[in-house]
């Protein structure tokens, strides 16, 4: 499959920003994706972007795509204790068929 | 409206025992997938499937088999268990836009 990377931890103070980074080796793909899966559940979908962006910004959310590098980031700011999750990236193709998804990055927000 | 609904959400089983795990979903989406979670190596798909009979080899299919009978269901098959099959299982579904996927809340597997 194709190489999705994340760093394992993170950990962040109240009110600080965050960024997670991820790369990726397949330049392809459609959509770059950010989920979150809080302990216990299912992953859900943050954001998405499409890959001939170059940002993208959602309330709290600010997703970097660097296509030369091949390097996501998602910022988060004013960072929460409820945005403690772990944090993954993934790649997907308007095909519909598979996602490559990164290995995760655990965010501990620190009171 | 459900989503995507797994069952079981935990099972324990003895090495060489067979199960099936069963994944619905209710929004009408043709494709759907299996994935098994780690730590430290993400999500790994093990099938998926692009339409009602149909199925597919993802990154990790040994030791797991599929069926797709049904649009709305999407079984994922352990014939003989082995305890390197403990792990959290989890099926998700899209669209056709393949904009966002719909994970279920996942089945938490322990093979002894």
């Known amino acids: 499959g194709e190489d999705v990377e994340q760093s394992l931890f993170l950990s962040v103070r109240e009110g600080d920003s965050s960024v997670i980074n991820c790369t990726y080796t397949?330049?392809?793909?459609?959509?770059l994706y950010w989920y979150k899966q809080e302990p216990g559940a299912g992953l859900q979908l943050l954001t998405y972007?499409?890959?001939?962006?170059d940002m993208k910004q959602d309330q709290r959310l600010t997703v970097l795509l660097n296509k030369k590098d091949k390097h996501l980031s998602l910022r988060i700011a004013d960072t929460q204790t409820g945005d403690s999750a772990i944090y993954f990236c993934a790649e997907g193709w308007d095909t519909g068929n598979q996602f490559y998804f990164g290995t995760g990055t655990s965010l501990t927000v620190i009171p | 409206n459900a989503g995507v609904t797994q069952t079981p959400k935990f099972r324990v089983l003895k090495t060489g025992q067979s199960m099936t795990l069963l994944c619905a979903q209710d929004?009408?989406?043709?494709?759907m997938y299996w994935y098994r979670q780690d730590p430290g190596m993400g999500l790994r798909l093990i099938h998926y499937?692009?339409?009602?009979?149909?199925?597919a080899k993802g990154e990790v299919p040994d030791g797991y088999n599929v069926s797709r009978l049904k649009k709305q269901n999407f079984l994922l098959g352990l014939e003989s268990a082995a305890p390197s099959q403990t792990s959290v299982y989890f099926c998700?579904?899209?669209?056709?836009?393949?904009?966002?996927?719909?994970f279920g809340q996942g089945t938490r597997l322990t093979v002894v």
């Open positions: 972007i499409f890959s001939n962006m």
């Open positions: 998700a579904s899209t669209g056709e836009l393949n904009t966002e996927a719909f």
């Open positions: 397949d330049s392809s793909s459609t959509y």
């Open positions: 929004m009408n989406h043709e494709y």
């Open positions: 499937s692009v339409g009602e009979g149909t199925t």
